[in-house]
C-alpha cells in the first residue's frame, strides 16, 4: 500500500479557515472527540465532558501507514461513520487563551490527509444538546477502509506498528480512556479480545 498524499499547508489552513467560518461561536469551541484525541490531546483541554452523538458510530476504518502502521503493512485507526445508534465521546473544551494554537494543533494532526471531514455536530450532554466540532471519515477517500471483517481488523491491529506506536496499544489506551470518561464500548473491546 503507498503512502496517501497528504494536504498542503495552504489546503490544511483554506479547510481550518472555512471550518471556523462556519463555527456557530467561534469564541467557544467545544471538540468532541472519539478515539485517540481523548488521551493524547495535542492541546491544553479546559475542561472535558461525557457526551452522546447520534447518528454515528466509532469503527476502525482508517488505514494508517505512517503512524500506527507502515505501507507494507498498514494498521487501522479510528473514525467516525454515518449510522444507526450512537457514539459515546468526550467533549474537549478548548482554551480561550491560546485557542487559535489549538486549532493549528489540531488541524496538523488530524488533517494531514483529506480522510477525516471536519463537521459540527449535535451532541448530548447531560439532558442539554451543544454544537460542537468532530471529525467524519470521507467513506469515498481512498484511505477509508470500510467493509472490513472484525477478524481483518484484529489482523491488522494486531501486527502493525508505526511512528507512534503499535495500533494495538492504540486500541487499548483508546478503550481505556473511554472506560474512565465511564463509556463501556463492547465493540472495541470484543475486538481487543480477538486481537493476537
Not at 14 to 19: D, F, I, M, V
Not at 90 to 100: F, I, S, T, Y
Request: proline fraction near 5%; glycine fraction near 8%; include cysteine.
Amino acid at each position: 500500500m503507498k503512502p496517501f498524499r497528504h494536504l498542503t499547508n495552504s489546503e490544511r489552513t483554506q479547510s481550518l479557515q472555512t471550518t471556523i467560518g462556519s463555527a456557530p461561536d467561534p469564541e467557544a469551541i467545544l471538540l468532541f472527540a472519539y478515539g485517540s484525541l481523548i488521551w493524547r490531546p495535542c492541546f491544553q483541554v479546559q475542561s472535558t465532558y461525557k457526551a452522546i452523538l447520534h447518528g454515528y458510530r466509532r469503527d476502525f476504518c482508517v488505514y494508517t501507514v505512517e503512524a500506527r502502521g507502515k505501507p507494507n503493512n498498514p494498521g487501522l485507526g479510528l473514525g467516525l461513520r454515518v449510522g444507526s445508534g450512537m457514539c459515546e465521546g468526550v467533549l474537549l473544551a478548548l482554551p480561550e487563551d491560546g485557542r487559535c494554537e489549538a486549532l493549528n494543533s489540531i488541524w496538523e494532526r488530524e488533517m494531514l490527509t483529506s480522510v477525516y471531514q471536519p463537521q459540527w455536530v449535535s451532541v448530548e450532554v447531560d439532558t442539554k444538546v451543544t454544537t460542537a466540532l468532530t471529525f467524519v471519515v470521507d467513506e469515498t477517500h481512498p484511505q477509508c477502509a470500510v467493509g472490513l471483517s472484525e477478524e481483518a481488523q484484529a489482523r491488522m491491529i494486531g501486527s502493525a506498528t508505526g511512528q507512534l506506536g503499535s495500533c494495538r496499544d492504540y486500541l487499548m489506551n483508546t478503550i481505556d480512556a473511554l472506560r474512565n470518561a465511564g463509556i463501556h464500548d463492547p465493540t472495541l473491546e470484543r475486538l481487543l479480545r480477538c486481537v493476537n
